[in-house]
């Protein structure tokens, strides 16, 4: 071997070790507790297999990767918060993971095929928050958007059904938890 390709070789597996080294240090620090959000990229066959999706056809599909946000979040990650002082104006639906809603000291936790697989701040009263439990792959889609793919016939009707009674359910139990004037006497 030449000296040129002793050099050239000696290069490439430096360069190899320092691209594994940084990938390693990169997957520790999210390990580590960093609870922000990373933009993912969003495949079409992935999403396809995703219950909320699964009565979309193909074009729209695309039309829903154009118009919307994959975001990879550890666990404990804050995907939402709701309350008086907080405007959020995007539907979230769980791509794949786990998540829940604390409210009131009280965790409702969710999967991508249950009810609660999307969340809508304007679907809640009071304060909460939306908070990963594992590692989750999660969609921002803007309510102008969701309107529009509403109105242009995109088959969410019952999983969107499911999930407004989830959360009209979940947030009528303040009431029933609290207690009543009548309790007090």
């Known amino acids: 071997m030449t000296k040129t390709g002793r050099f050239t070789r000696g290069a490439w597996l430096g360069l190899l070790l320092l691209t594994a080294a940084a990938c390693g240090q990169q997957g520790h ?3 580590g507790g960093n609870t922000a959000m990373k933009a993912s990229t969003t495949y079409l066959y992935l999403l396809r297999k995703t219950p909320f999706f699964t009565a979309l056809t193909h074009e729209q599909l695309r039309w829903t ?5 994959e975001w990879e979040a550890y666990a404990g990650t804050v995907v939402a918060e709701c309350g008086p002082a907080v405007s959020d104006d ?9 998540w829940q809603v604390e409210r009131d000291g009280h965790t409702y936790p969710a999967g991508h095929a249950d009810p609660g697989k999307w969340f809508d701040s304007s679907e ?3 304060s909460c928050k939306l908070v990963t439990t594992e590692h989750s ?8 958007d969701m309107n529009d793919m509403l109105m242009r016939g995109f088959g969410f009707g019952v999983h969107l059904e499911q999930g407004r009674e989830y959360y009209r359910t979940m947030f009528a139990q303040r009431s029933i938890e609290s207690p009543s004037i009548r309790d007090a006497k």
């Open 29 to 31: 620090a999210n390990e």
């Open 65 to 69: 990767i154009d118009h919307s946000k």
């Open 90 to 98: 995007a539907n979230w639906i769980l791509l794949d993971g786990r």
């Open 124 to 126: 809640t009263h009071g």
């Open 137 to 144: 792959y999660v969609m921002k889609i803007t309510r102008a």
